[in-house]
């Protein structure tokens, strides 16, 4: 999956789980939910007044982005907030970003 050869190639599942992960980075609205977080965790009402999105969309794409493990959830009092679990996720959006802004 890059220009030098790593010490194996991924097994068949291995290669399902990185697909599964690009299918979910795939959905623009998890992009900007994604893009929201990167600032600093939120509620899900602060990500809907971010996205412009409705409270029960916004609450689906965070389940599906929280059961692949790319955002965290933190109980504060009476507040859910929403982070970022793996810096890499964010590294990859900023890396095609680039990769775009250059063609």
């Given at each position: 999956?890059s220009?030098?050869?790593s010490?194996?190639?991924?097994?068949?599942?291995?290669?399902?789980?990185?697909a599964g992960?690009?299918?979910l980075?795939?959905?623009?609205?998890?992009?900007?939910?994604?893009?929201?977080?990167?600032?600093?965790?939120?509620?899900?009402?602060?990500?809907?007044?971010?996205?412009?999105?409705?409270?029960?969309?916004?609450?689906?794409?965070?389940?599906?982005?929280?059961?692949?493990?790319?955002?965290?959830?933190?109980?504060?009092?009476?507040?859910?907030?929403?982070?970022?679990?793996?810096?890499?996720?964010?590294?990859?959006?900023?890396?095609?970003?680039?990769e775009?802004?250059?063609?």
């Amino acid at each position: 999956m890059s220009n030098t050869k790593s010490t194996r190639d991924l097994t068949d599942a291995e290669l399902e789980k990185v697909a599964g992960q690009f299918r979910l980075l795939s959905e623009p609205m998890r992009l900007k939910i994604l893009q929201a977080l990167c600032v600093k965790p939120l509620t899900v009402g602060e990500i809907v007044a971010a996205t412009g999105a409705t409270q029960s969309n916004v609450s689906k794409h965070l389940s599906l982005l929280a059961s692949a493990s790319l955002i965290k959830r933190n109980k504060d009092g009476q507040f859910v907030y929403y982070g970022i679990s793996n810096p890499l996720t964010l590294k990859l959006c900023e890396l095609v970003h680039k990769e775009l802004l250059n063609q």
